[in-house]
């Protein structure tokens, strides 16, 4: 799971072979060979007054770029973004970037991740599926329990879901006043039912990038998903604690 081989034989893909040139819908954006893909529920920003329809095939995908863009969103991103990426890659950005996607569920923003309406999800989730199927990742996470929920249930039809559980997952949470942790994984593999299906390890993120204020406490949240990714693809326990 996201080992030296895995990058590195992505990397010589976009390196020797031609740009498949691959459009996705405007929710999803990134490496067109991504290993991780990052989905929330939506963008941030203000809420429109009035919704639109989804903009389909507009977004081209990347080949041999990195994807830079979330280092320059939200206070909580330009903090977070970068060494949350390099822990879960336990690479440098440079090289992780080549590997990465974001999708979000709803096309349309929301500053409060928590109020977007499942329905709009729902509608929004064939093409975050699809992105999927196009880059085959090895690990997909949601950034919050919602769509963390959502995404579960859309991958129900296609896939068999696995839950996994975790024996010890201990994660610090930045706090000047008092200490705080998080205590619970939730994740889940998913192993498609066509005879030729891909599988991929999906774990939800401790904490929302955009809620991440630490550069330290990104670190913690992303060493804690690689490891206990890890030990899920071993077959092992999960054992994991950031302190």
């Not at 060494?83 to 999708?103: H, M, N, S």
């Not at 896939?159 to 000047?176: G, V």
């Amino acid at each position: 799971m996201l080992d030296e081989s895995a990058i590195n034989s992505r990397l010589h893909q976009m390196q020797v072979e031609a740009d498949p040139e691959l459009i996705w819908d405007e929710t999803c954006e990134g490496s067109a060979r991504a290993l991780v893909i990052f989905v929330g529920p939506s963008p941030g920003g203000d809420k429109p007054v009035e919704r639109r329809p989804m903009n389909k095939s507009c977004s081209r995908a990347l080949w041999n770029e990195s994807f830079d863009k979330p280092r320059w969103w939200s206070p909580g991103f330009r903090v977070s973004w970068k060494p949350l990426v390099e822990a879960i890659f336990a690479a440098p950005y440079d090289t992780a970037g080549r590997l990465l996607g974001r999708a979000n569920m709803d096309w349309l923003g929301d500053p409060k991740s928590e109020d977007v309406a499942t329905q709009h999800m729902v509608e929004g989730a064939p093409s975050v599926l699809k992105m999927i199927e196009d880059c085959s990742p090895e690990l997909v996470l949601p950034m919050d329990a919602h769509t963390f929920g959502v995404l579960k249930t859309a991958l129900n039809d296609g896939f068999i879901i696995t839950d996994c559980n975790a024996n010890k997952f201990t994660i610090r949470i930045s706090d000047a006043e008092k200490e705080r942790f998080h205590r619970h994984l939730y994740a889940f593999h998913a192993k498609s039912k066509s005879p030729t299906g891909r599988s991929f390890l999906v774990i939800k993120l401790p904490q929302h990038p955009a809620k991440m204020f630490q550069a330290d406490y990104a670190t913690r949240c992303g060493e804690a998903v690689r490891e206990a990714a890890r030990q899920i693809g071993a077959g092992q326990p999960v054992d994991v604690t950031k302190v």
